[in-house]
């Protein structure tokens, strides 16, 4: 696939806005869930100390070598106070439905 075709597909499919209101959505779902844990990664949280934005788009061919398992996945680094502390990813299915996601927090704790 050109990348000019990908990139169209990815601006048709609306990845980045989605990818963004997924993230939020989990970001304030774990904040309200699980506030506790919330307040260890985000101390003092301040929504303005986080650096929110997609790094990668990638194509993903699972189950190689049969390749029927494929997807189209964003990465958004979560960094708050200019520390990397997690990562949201977004898959996609190739024709444009969300399929999972997954919002994890890495062990160095701010």
Same mark, same amino acid.
């Given at each position: ?37 919330? *307040? %260890?990664?985000?101390? #003092?949280? /301040?929504?303005?100390?986080?650096? =929110?934005? &997609? ?6 061919? $699972? *189950? %190689?070598?049969?390749? #029927?398992? /494929?997807?189209?996945?964003?990465? =958004?680094? &979560? ?6 502390? $997690?990562? %949201? ?22």
């Amino acid at each position: 696939m050109p990348i000019d075709e990908f990139k169209q597909w990815i601006v048709e499919q609306e990845i980045e806005k989605r990818t963004l209101q997924g993230f939020w959505l989990n970001l304030n779902n774990y904040q309200t869930e699980d506030p506790d844990e919330f *307040n %260890y990664f985000f101390k #003092n949280f /301040n929504r303005d100390n986080l650096d =929110v934005k &997609i790094t990668q788009i990638a194509l993903m061919l $699972g *189950n %190689y070598p049969e390749c #029927n398992y /494929n997807h189209v996945i964003s990465y =958004v680094p &979560i960094i708050y106070n200019g520390k990397r502390i $997690g990562l %949201y990813r977004l898959l996609f299915t190739l024709d444009g439905k969300m399929d999972d996601d997954y919002f994890t927090m890495e062990e160095e704790r701010i």
